[in-house]
């Protein structure tokens, strides 16, 4: 398994931006899919967005879709999270997590290694 750290959740207006951050250690960072999930207080866990950092594809949930970007830096290690347009809707503590594969997939069980998480939250 890799080791995940996030950061840079926060409190936010509504309308703004918030880069999140998660840092990798412990395995060959590069040979992981990485991917997004969020949970809002109440509900189950949901796929955010993912990037195949071996065939370096994304996929974003309709939610998100011209709002959010994934972007990674293989070099550092790190995967980034740019939420732009924030709506309150969007408030919920944000994960970041790992799968030694090539393909995005959208299943939390399908990822082994995951983040503690970070809060967003989102005034209106």
């Known amino acids: 398994q890799v080791q995940l750290v996030e950061s840079g959740g926060g409190l936010v207006q509504a309308g703004g931006s918030l880069r999140l951050s998660c840092a990798a250690s412990?395995?060959?960072?590069?040979?992981?899919?990485m991917g997004w999930f969020r949970q809002a207080a109440g509900k189950e866990r949901e796929f955010v967005t993912g990037?195949?950092?071996?065939?370096?594809?994304?996929y974003y949930a309709d939610s998100v879709k011209g709002r959010f970007t994934i972007s990674r830096d293989n070099a550092k290690n790190t995967v980034y999270l740019q939420m732009n347009s924030l709506k309150p809707e969007d408030t919920a503590v944000y994960y970041c997590?790992?799968?030694?594969?090539?393909?995005?997939?959208?299943?939390?069980?399908?990822?082994?290694?995951w983040g503690q998480g970070t809060q967003v939250t989102v005034s209106s």
């Open positions: 990037v195949s950092w071996r065939g370096d594809s994304t």
């Open positions: 997590a790992a799968r030694r594969s090539m393909m995005v997939v959208s299943t939390s069980g399908a990822y082994d290694s």
């Open positions: 412990g395995r060959t960072f590069s040979t992981y899919t």
